[in-house]
């Protein structure tokens, strides 16, 4: 799956289930570009490094001047991440 695609369907979901909250919905290609850039190079079949990936995505996205408030910690988007992987 390529980052571009695995960042979409990381958004939808955090947004789906209200996991992040956007400065505006003009934001979204923003903040899925910022997701796009920490997913590539990664192995999403690779379980082990996901932690890691989400404490660093968990990082730029609170950094991140589009994205109002991430509700949860670096545990919930690994299992995200794990979800929209497949």
């Known amino acids: 799956m390529s980052a571009e695609t695995w960042s979409r369907a990381l958004l939808d979901a955090l947004l789906a289930a209200e996991s992040i909250e956007l ?3 003009d934001a979204k290609e923003s903040v899925r570009t910022v997701i796009a850039h920490v997913l590539e190079g990664v192995d999403a079949s690779d379980v082990a ?3 890691d990936v989400a404490a660093r ?3 730029e996205l609170v950094d991140d001047e589009d994205v109002e408030e ?3 910690d670096a545990d919930d988007l690994a ?3 794990r979800e929209t992987a497949a």
């Open 49 to 51: 490094a996901l932690p």
């Open 70 to 72: 991430v509700f949860g």
């Open 23 to 25: 400065t505006s919905p």
């Open 79 to 81: 299992k995200v991440l």
């Open 57 to 59: 995505l968990l990082d």
